[in-house]
């Protein structure tokens, strides 16, 4: 079943101010969706429109256009019902912002069982303790305050927060980021087993494609604010080809054309997108209106690639690609 469908989503945010009004187009024409039970990998540099697209799949803000179905009902960010927010679950990068530190991991967990009265109050404790020990986290440090944690066993209380609300999709953005590569692993083992147990189904977010293999089942490949590869089955990873996912994987692509830097010139565009300190694009500072968004940085680029926006597109059977040269 399609516990998610994302219908040609666009977000556009004005920023400025009235006088030097721009904008900033963060997701560009998205359609996804999200299987029940599946994990979604989506990927992509920080600034890719990720965490924006996170936030319009679960309703927590209206796209500029397009449209989110859950379960086949339009998802209104404006008008979420008690129903939908408690299925519609978050765990964030940071944990140590999104834990009150006044709280103790008990509170934590108990927002959403008091909040969405999930269980008699006579049970709270009893609900709470065993979803702590599902996380690992003993019963003796459920009373401790959430700043007493290490980063990794608050990441965990968050979880045990979401899974509390007895959710059907739990949105993952960057769960890891925040961690030590060892406390990683653990964590990432965690989400997995959690989701074969309790049939979730995950919306993961990150910049590490390498890490998304261990989870996904599906992956897509966002760069400016588009799809710009997309995988219906993990085991496809090896295929993976656009430029810029190759980019990422730090492996050349086996596209057959040569770079064209003649036809570059001929364009008349530059890196100028491109921060040559931290290598990061700031995609809104690319206003093309046409043409592929990873022109600017691509070694392939030639003249079309500035010009017409290349659809994403069949490459073989689950594997689509949106790029002039993968056909
Ligand atoms: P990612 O999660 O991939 O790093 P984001 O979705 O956070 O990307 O951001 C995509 C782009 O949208 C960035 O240029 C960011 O600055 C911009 N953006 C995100 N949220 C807002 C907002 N509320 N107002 C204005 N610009 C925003
Ligand atoms: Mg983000």
Redesign the pocket.
């Known amino acids: 079943m399609r516990l998610i469908e994302l219908q040609h989503i666009t977000m556009t ?1 004005q ?1 400025g101010g009235r006088l030097h009004q721009s904008e ?1 187009r ?1 997701v560009r024409d998205v359609t996804l969706h999200i299987e029940q039970g599946e994990c979604l990998a989506l990927v ?1 540099e ?7 697209l996170g936030r319009i799949a679960v309703g927590l803000e209206k796209p500029t256009e397009g449209r989110v179905l859950f379960k086949g009902h339009i998802l209104d960010a404006r008008k979420v019902d008690r129903q939908d927010r408690q299925a519609l679950q978050m765990v964030y990068q940071n944990s140590f912002e999104a834990a009150n530190p006044r709280f103790t991991a008990s509170q934590v967990v108990e927002e959403p069982i008091r909040y969405f009265r999930l269980a008699p109050k006579n049970e709270w404790n009893q609900r709470i303790l065993e979803l702590l020990g599902r996380v690992g986290i003993p019963k003796d440090e459920a009373e401790k305050k959430t700043t007493e944690f290490s980063g990794g066993q608050l990441q965990r209380i968050c979880i045990a927060r979401a899974l509390a609300a007895r959710p059907e999709l739990i949105l993952l953005d960057e769960p890891l980021s925040s961690l030590d590569v060892s406390v990683q692993a653990q964590i990432l083992n965690l989400l997995r087993h959690l989701k074969e147990e309790f049939g979730l189904t995950y919306l993961l977010i990150s910049h590490d494609l390498e890490t998304v293999y261990n989870i996904a089942d599906r992956l897509a490949v966002m760069y400016a604010g588009r799809i710009v590869e997309e995988i219906d089955d993990i085991e496809l990873f090896d295929s993976l080809r656009h430029p810029y996912t190759a980019l990422l994987l730090g492996k050349d692509t086996d596209v057959e054309q040569k770079p064209a830097a003649e036809d570059k010139a001929v364009a008349g565009e530059s890196d100028a997108a491109a921060d040559d300190e931290t290598g990061e694009i700031d ?2 500072a690319d206003d093309r209106t046409e043409g592929c968004v990873y022109a600017n940085r691509c070694p392939y680029a030639e003249k079309r690639c500035f010009e017409l926006v290349p659809e994403l597109t069949e490459f073989e059977q689950g594997h689509r690609i949106a790029c002039h040269h993968c056909r």
């Open positions: 945010y920023s900033v963060a992509g920080s600034g890719s429109g990720k965490s924006t995609a809104t």
